[in-house]
């Protein structure tokens, strides 16, 4: 088996991106001496070095690295090893402009950003390999060598191609996926607008057409296009296992639904030693500490609860969205330690020091323009510090109390087009069901549709227009055994190739709800209805309503005016031994809360009302003990009750009854026993 930590790591990772190669070399002896003051214990190196490391075709220079590793293995610091596969040097593209990515209506990108490969060429497979298997043997056994870190952030910024190199991949590709024609006709509905294919070489990409395309083939490509950069990632992992057998190779993931839509990660992880994640707060003025607690969760989720690593966040701003706060004073602890409480085995930054030049020049870093005389450097120390007191953490797993459901093909099918409603956004609905659970402090394992849910007893599906029949028959038999189930509107209306479930919707959840749904009525932009409840209290929803007919549901909640009034909203179904409950229009925080209190009164979850809102509690546990971890996000001072007494970590102090926290501070507390 493969190793899953980093090699000769100790404690927690503390580092971040290092490019000394943007640097003369005097100034890398600082950057040890720097980087041991602050605590650094791993730092990851060469991910955009490959124009330095092979100058011209076959001609090599290690000689500039070989100082690097050497410098930073005296340091006591640890490697992540980089194979520089993201940013093919130019005289490649000279030699091979076939490279370059083409888009949908044509465009063949250019060089001189990041990421613009064709993953389909094979020219570039080729010199991948080769300066993959070069960096192999030539490092395999150095001593600072503790993983290897292949490619950057595969998705973004070009996730597919539509050149004539992907043409004849994508056709290869379907023909393993059906084998025959007749089947691929089958599935993706060609008799629908004269589209029929006689044989495979008649497919091409879903390049851009007059209208809108066939989006069974659209979905299609998108699997395609992941499953080849995947295929990219494996031909270097495989490379790297063979040469340098014993040290985990992972590629920093970009799991957060704000940031990257094009990669299926329940895939993905399983193909990584080690599930590593970016993130970075997405600055739309709302909670981002919800969005971060989130990622974290749906990382862990992807690594099948296993410890995971935070391979890059920011000190401070970054500079690519249309304006970038800095964090506030404490925020970047706050941050840090969040990801740790959520299952990360450290917390690393991109990147070390500011660069200068370049496109990044003003995103923040450890050791920023301003020096060691800075807020920024002085949060790092005190950061570097906390991290290495949690050492005792590693190795334990987060405790979750529910699951979500998430799958990324179904998301990929509900944004093509010509779907009922433009403002219905699956991301968003998962936002907000997502926000919900945080705010009842429950915490949440994101779980694939088709896995075992009986560790739950609360599972919460907030999009999931496609589903397999084996999907329905799993949270059929979930509910059944005594799961409680809460459905959002527009799930389980299509299979995996995007074709309607034969019957009334939602096909695939019809017999665990107990209900089926007549029409779809969603609403004009600004619209909105009331619902009204047993007890005469009333809530709202806007963007859609449906038409249900309950069969052996009971109806809960009832529309009160717009089309659909007096049909159910909110309905409840008791199966076996559980209970599904089912929403059919978009409900706002008020209304999803009151839900899923509902929900969790069947599932028997206790309400947590003596913890503050936006006071995180979270669980870490192992043979090393039991972990709480509190997180303070307000400007006010919280207690928070102890189970049991214990040692806080970061102080040292003991800790028994109710906890102080202070303003934005976190407190992580080891109890006894």
């Known amino acids: 088996m493969p190793e899953t930590t980093p090699k000769g790591l100790t404690g927690l990772a503390f580092g971040g991106d290092y490019n000394p190669e943007q640097w003369p070399e005097h100034v890398w002896e600082?950057?040890?001496r720097l980087m041991?003051?602050?605590?650094?214990?791993?730092?990851?190196?060469?991910?955009?070095?490959?124009?330095l490391l092979e100058p011209a075709p076959g001609a090599y220079d290690f000689a500039w690295l070989d100082r690097v590793l050497d410098l930073l293995h005296a340091g006591g610091i640890r490697v992540d090893l980089g194979?520089?596969?993201?940013?093919?040097?130019?005289?490649?593209?000279?030699?091979h402009p076939d490279a370059l990515p083409v888009t949908a209506d044509g465009t063949r990108y250019e060089f001189g950003s990041r990421?613009?490969?064709?993953?389909?060429?094979?020219h570039y497979r080729a010199a991948a390999a080769n300066i993959t298997t070069q960096l192999a043997n030539r490092y395999a056994d150095h001593p600072a060598l503790a993983m290897w870190h292949v490619h950057n952030e595969y998705g973004v910024p070009v996730s597919a191609c539509y050149c004539e190199s992907c043409a004849a991949h994508f056709r290869r590709w379907l023909t393993r996926a059906y084998g025959t024609v007749d089947a691929l006709n089958e599935a993706w509905g060609t008799a629908f607008w004269g589209q029929r294919y006689a044989g495979f070489d008649q497919v091409n990409p879903p390049r851009t057409t007059p209208t809108v395309g066939n989006p069974a083939q659209a979905l299609d490509y998108k699997r395609f296009a992941d499953a080849t950069l995947r295929e990219n990632f494996v031909a270097e992992r495989d490379i790297l296992h063979r040469l340098s057998p014993g040290v985990p190779v992972t590629t920093n993931f970009m799991t957060a639904l704000s940031q990257c839509?094009?990669?299926?990660?329940?895939?993905?992880?399983?193909?990584v030693d080690l599930v590593t994640n970016d993130h970075y707060l997405i600055t739309d003025g709302r909670r981002t500490h919800v969005n971060l607690a989130m990622a974290a969760d749906l990382t862990r989720s992807v690594g099948g609860g296993a410890p995971w690593l935070l391979l890059e966040h920011s000190t401070?701003?970054?500079?690519?969205?249309p304006r970038n706060p800095a964090k506030a004073p404490g925020q970047m602890a706050r941050n840090s330690l969040a990801h740790v409480a959520r299952g990360s085995e450290g917390a690393m930054f991109f990147q070390w020091r500011q660069s200068r030049r370049g496109a990044e020049k003003f995103h923040s870093s450890m050791l920023p323009h301003a020096g060691t005389d800075s807020r920024v450097w002085r949060e790092v120390v005190q950061l570097g510090a906390s991290v290495d007191s949690l050492t005792p953490v590693r190795g334990t797993r987060t405790v979750a109390d529910v699951a979500v459901l998430w799958d990324w093909h179904s998301w990929w099918a509900q944004n093509l087009q010509w779907r009922p409603s433009e403002d219905h956004d699956p991301r968003e609905r998962a936002d907000a069901f997502y926000e919900a659970l945080y705010d009842r402090h429950l915490t949440v394992d994101f779980a694939y549709p088709e896995a075992d849910l009986s560790a739950y007893p609360l599972v919460v599906v907030p999009a999931l227009y496609l589903m397999t029949e084996a999907a329905g028959n799993n949270l059929r038999e979930y509910v059944a055994n005594g799961g409680t189930l809460l459905v959002s509107y527009f799930s389980g209306i299509v299979d995996e190739h995007d074709a309607v479930h034969e019957g009334a919707c939602p096909g695939a959840l019809r017999d665990v709800l107990g209900l089926t749904v007549e029409e779809f009525s969603p609403l004009l932009q600004g619209d909105r209805v009331r619902i009204t409840g047993p007890d005469g209290s009333e809530l709202t929803g806007d963007v859609w309503t449906e038409f249900v007919v309950p069969g052996s549901a009971e109806t809960v909640w009832t529309y009160t005016d717009g089309l659909t009034a007096g049909h159910p909203a909110v309905t409840r179904n008791r199966l076996g031994e559980g209970s599904a409950w089912y929403v059919s229009t978009r409900l706002g925080a008020q209304g999803l809360d009151a839900l899923i209190g509902w929900a969790a009164d069947d599932a028997g979850i206790a309400p947590r009302a003596d913890l503050p809102r936006d006071v995180e509690v979270v669980r870490r546990t192992g043979e090393s003990g039991i972990y709480v971890f509190v997180?303070?996000?307000?400007?006010?001072?919280?207690?928070?009750?102890?189970?049991?007494?214990?040692?806080?970590?970061?102080?040292?102090?003991?800790?028994?009854?109710?906890?102080?926290?202070?303003?934005g501070a976190v407190r992580v507390v080891r109890l006894d026993g």
């Open 316 to 321: 401070s701003g970054v500079n690519w969205q």
């Open 631 to 663: 997180i303070n996000h307000t400007a006010s001072d919280a207690k928070v009750p102890l189970e049991a007494p214990g040692t806080e970590l970061l102080t040292g102090d003991r800790a028994a009854g109710r906890l102080g926290v202070p303003a």
């Open 36 to 51: 041991r003051e602050a605590g650094v214990t791993m730092v990851s190196v060469g991910i955009f070095s490959w124009a």
């Open 115 to 122: 990421g613009a490969i064709c993953h389909s060429n094979d």
């Open 83 to 95: 194979t520089p596969t993201v940013a093919p040097p130019a005289w490649f593209y000279r030699a």
């Open 261 to 271: 839509d094009s990669i299926d990660y329940w895939a993905w992880g399983r193909e």
């Open 30 to 32: 600082e950057d040890v």
